[in-house]
């Protein structure tokens, strides 16, 4: 079974820092790898994915996210943060097959300091 | 465009009582339709998952209950809501390779 490491609970940056949230994954087989972000009181919205081909991959926000075979890791980017940006991160892995489930991390909270 | 929608918002039910929380998705067909529910500081847990109309695999063993008496509905049930119950119940759809989009949320408080 697949399963989602992210290690850090809380980060806590200033406005305009870098950012780079981290995620590890267990799955046997090429995976499919999301990132999504959730507002206090809202859903989650997708921010990227990774389906296949080039590693670096580009999402909403500016936020992007590389995916390192040879790390089993899919870690979130951002070159300068902006405090709209506090919220949860969560990392998700996907299965083919038997509903598309998910299996998503424990979520990391952002805070931004300005 | 596709949209999801769940209702209601907010609820504050007591303890013993039935619960009923709908999802209906709109802009699309045959989608795949999830429930999770979010405890306060954890993550996402898997409640039930449908891929077609009566459909319904359960993934936690619980007093909860789904059901997709349409293709673009999923409903999450219970008879009897335990404290435990309460949290943030998102839905979510999905149609090709696990891309899930959820919806706004319904926080229930068992009281």
């Known amino acids: 079974a697949q399963s989602v490491t992210q290690p850090d609970i809380h980060i806590t940056v200033s406005e305009g820092a870098s950012l780079e949230l981290r995620c590890n994954y267990s799955y046997g087989a090429t995976p499919y790898l999301f990132w999504y972000v959730q507002s206090p009181g809202q859903g989650l919205q997708l921010l990227l994915k990774?389906?296949?081909?080039?590693?670096l991959v580009q999402g909403i926000k500016g936020f992007e996210a590389e995916f390192k075979r040879s790390q089993s890791s899919f870690n979130l980017r951002k070159p300068s943060v902006h405090w709209s940006d506090a919220a949860e991160y969560f990392c998700a892995v996907g299965a083919t097959g038997g509903g598309n489930k998910l299996t998503f991390g424990t979520g990391t909270q952002l805070k931004v300091e300005l | 465009s596709q949209t999801i929608h769940q209702w209601p918002a907010t609820l504050v039910q007591p303890v013993g009582s039935p619960l009923s929380l709908e999802c209906t998705v709109e802009?699309?067909?045959?989608?795949?339709l999830y429930w999770y529910r979010q405890a306060a500081g954890r993550g996402l847990q898997l409640l039930f998952y449908s891929v077609g109309i009566g459909q319904i695999s359960s993934e936690v063993p619980q007093n909860l209950s789904a059901s997709r008496p349409q293709d673009r509905q999923f409903i999450l049930s219970s008879k009897k809501l335990l404290l435990s119950d309460s949290g943030f119940y998102l839905c979510?759809?999905?149609?090709?390779?696990?891309?899930?989009?959820f919806g706004p949320g319904t926080r229930l408080t068992v009281t």
């Open positions: 990774y389906f296949s081909g080039d590693t």
């Open positions: 802009g699309t067909s045959n989608p795949n």
């Open positions: 979510a759809w999905s149609r090709d390779l696990n891309e899930q989009y």
